[in-house]
């Protein structure tokens, strides 16, 4: 047990707390503004931003990219290198779906 200004406290009930927070933080951000979740919650669009992919998205990735944002877009195109995804390509998903966001800024590494 932890002692918490007087009152004892299971460690179950510290870990449930800390994770509730988490998935709060989750929701407010969809992608939670990690490199890691951006990119998997827009695997449908793999197909389309694959080099030289003549591969129009699909109507499941334009609605990961509509849901999602520009936010973890931009996620994406700042984080580590893609195996299999051309960058531009990604770039270009907020036009070809249709979508109103305002341009990524590319980071400088």
């Known amino acids: 047990m932890v002692k918490l200004s ?3 406290v299971s460690p179950l009930l510290v870990l449930v707390l800390v994770l509730t927070c988490l998935v709060e933080q989750g929701q407010s951000h969809p992608c939670g503004s990690t490199f ?4 998997i919650q827009l695997i449908p669009c793999r ?3 694959a080099p030289f992919s003549p591969i129009q998205p699909s109507e499941a990735c334009c609605n990961a990219v509509k849901a999602l944002g520009q936010p973890c877009l931009c996620t994406l195109v ?5 195996s299999g995804v051309d960058r531009n390509m990604a770039l270009q998903l907020p036009d070809k779906c249709s979508t109103n966001f305002e341009p990524c ?3 400088k590494k």
């Open 6 to 8: 007087g009152a004892k």
């Open 36 to 39: 890691f979740s951006a990119l």
């Open 47 to 49: 197909a389309a931003v």
């Open 78 to 82: 700042n984080g580590p290198p893609i």
């Open 105 to 107: 800024e590319i980071m």
